[in-house]
């Protein structure tokens, strides 16, 4: 009944109403769903989008109740009608978020303080959906014991109300009651315990446009880059620690990310791999909320891209997500017109109504190009339109061509298109498609051009005889590998290598490796010369 409230007030073009109609339907099917049938769905989606990890638990017994039972009536009805927080909580709200722990904590916080959670109701969702499942055993990196960092959150009353308490004391450098959900998140998810951040926060002059400056406080270690320890050595890695004793570049971004969640900024631990090796840095969001996500990179070692880890989901933040977050587009007025359109477009599609789902996402993407949901759910509809699967490709097109800015969204849908091709028997142009995409980001996103070279690769694998594999890889490599570092080695070169050492071919494996490195230019003593000296050590005395 709600649903149809909603499609009526959507086709009579009342968009506020359909809305309203819309979200109070979200509400009543989240709430009547049972853990019974929840459950599975989400196991198959941690499962699916690779999330799972050794911290969570083996085993979740459902209960034959409905999810909405761990919320109490009075808390059900503000979610329902408050103004803003369905559109920010669906909004947000993830397959893989685990959502009887997330209406658990939700509920909690509110019971224990209903005014201090409405007040704070952005900072209590950011908790629940980043709480619901433990972090990962090797976050925010791996280079540290778990004895030495336990990797475990702090009770989510005691964060909510830690965080409450110092925003209202004025010690964060941010009014956590003014940023949204999809910010906070890299507040709370804080791998130090509330005390040490409550001692980070007695560090002086260090202001929120100078935060960079948290990264070169510690000092760097040389010498644990030159004696090869890059896990930390300490019985405990505290902040204290780590300001005394230095570290590495993993060490200064741990510390720079946890001082800075302490004075609630958002905060990011990023990872990346440039010509000569492997480095951290951080990102944050500074007095203009603006992000910042350069802190502590180095300019020289042309790092392409960086990693860092959404803690609300455990995978990697795509480069277009960053991007999408330094940009804010999120808060305009036509981006949240496009949203509920884009909805409603999934909704029609799921219902089978495909006609009304491919209006609904043209209106979407027509307020926001940007919106990519929208344009998965146009590409959805034309594929499920009928047999012909040329509007599906042109939607493709359209989509990569709107993505233009953003070149792993691009190469994205340009690789659906050669897929596409691929199928109906058009070979020749849709190895072109990969081609030109390729070729397009061997400049500035090698990354990229890498992905696609290892696409490449891998179809020859897959497809052809060993002899034809060998000449695919040295084309790969002459092609991409010229000025290219430590991502093409890793993904290019120690994958092939690993693959002709299960085919028991360690003659072929060292020509490869040769090959790359006379093709890479590998600067002697550099992190990437002792990489590729330990990959041909490996091959020669395998067994």
């Not at 009543?28 to 989008?49: C, D, H, K, M, Y």
């Not at 804080?190 to 409550?198: D, H």
């Not at 209106?363 to 499920?384: H, S, Y």
């Not at 990229?448 to 290892?454: F, P």
Request: net charge neutral; aromatic share 10%; charged share 25%.
């Amino acid at each position: 009944g709600l649903r149809g409230a909603a499609v009526r007030a959507y086709q009579a073009d009342r968009i506020r109403a359909a809305e309203g109609w819309f979200y109070a339907y979200r509400w009543a099917a989240l709430f009547g769903e049972s853990e019974t049938r929840f459950i599975p769905r989400w196991i198959q989606a941690v499962n699916g989008a690779k999330v799972g990890h050794a911290n969570m638990p083996l085993h979740y017994a459902p209960r034959d109740r409905p999810l909405g039972l761990a919320v109490a009536p009075d808390l059900q009805a503000w979610l329902v009608g408050d103004a803003a927080f369905p559109s920010e909580f669906f909004a947000l709200l993830s397959p893989v978020d685990y959502v009887p722990k997330v209406f658990e904590i939700l509920d909690e916080l509110n019971r224990r303080d209903p005014a201090r959670f409405r007040a704070y109701a952005h900072l209590a969702l950011a908790i629940a959906v980043v709480y619901d499942v433990p972090p990962p055993p090797e976050w925010p990196h791996a280079q540290v014991s778990p004895e030495a960092l336990p990797r475990k959150f702090s009770e989510a009353a005691d964060a909510f109300a830690w965080w409450v308490r110092e925003d209202q004391r004025g010690r964060t450098f941010h009014r956590l009651n003014r940023l949204p959900a999809d910010e906070l998140k890299f507040v709370v998810d804080a791998a130090a315990p509330l005390a040490e951040l409550e001692w980070a926060q007695t560090i002086p002059e260090v202001p929120l446009n100078s935060l960079a400056r948290a990264y070169t406080m510690i000092r760097y270690r040389t010498d644990r880059l030159t004696r090869a320890r890059p896990v930390w050595p300490g019985r405990t890695y505290r902040l204290a620690d780590i300001l005394r004793d230095g570290g590495i570049c993993v060490d200064q971004a741990y510390f720079a990310t946890e001082f800075g969640k302490a004075r609630g900024v958002p905060t990011l631990f990023f990872s990346g791999a440039g010509n000569d090796g492997r480095h951290a840095w951080f990102g944050y969001l500074d007095g203009n909320n603006r992000w910042q996500l350069d802190a502590g990179r180095y300019a020289e070692q042309k790092f392409v891209t960086g990693l860092a880890r959404d803690p609300q989901t455990w995978r990697e933040l795509s480069d277009h997500e960053l991007q999408f977050m330094t940009e804010r587009f999120h808060e305009l007025p036509s981006f949240r017109s496009s949203r509920v359109h884009a909805a409603f477009a999934a909704d029609f599609l799921a219902a089978g109504e495909i006609a009304a789902a491919a209006a609904a996402a043209r209106k979407a993407v027509n307020f926001e190009r940007r919106n990519q949901p929208a344009w998965d759910t146009l590409i959805a509809a034309a594929l499920k339109a009928g047999p012909d699967p040329k509007p599906a490709e042109q939607a493709m097109r359209e989509a990569a061509q709107a993505f233009q800015r953003y070149p792993d969204l691009e190469a994205a849908y340009v690789n659906r298109v050669a897929e596409s091709l691929r199928a109906r028997g058009q070979t020749s142009e849709a190895d072109e498609e990969v081609r030109r995409i390729a070729r397009k980001n061997q400049g500035d996103r090698r990354d990229l051009s890498i992905s696609e070279a290892r696409v490449i690769l891998q179809r020859a694998i897959e497809t052809r005889p060993l002899p034809e594999q060998i000449r695919a890889y040295n084309s790969v490599v002459d092609t991409y590998g010229r000025g290219a570092g430590i991502g093409f080695f890793d993904v290019i070169v120690v994958g092939f290598v690993e693959h002709l050492a299960q085919l028991h071919q360690p003659a072929e494996a060292i020509r490869a490796i040769e090959r790359a490195r006379h093709t890479l230019n590998v600067e002697a003593n550099s992190q990437l010369a002792v990489e590729f000296d330990g990959l041909t050590k490996a091959v020669k005395t395998m067994k």
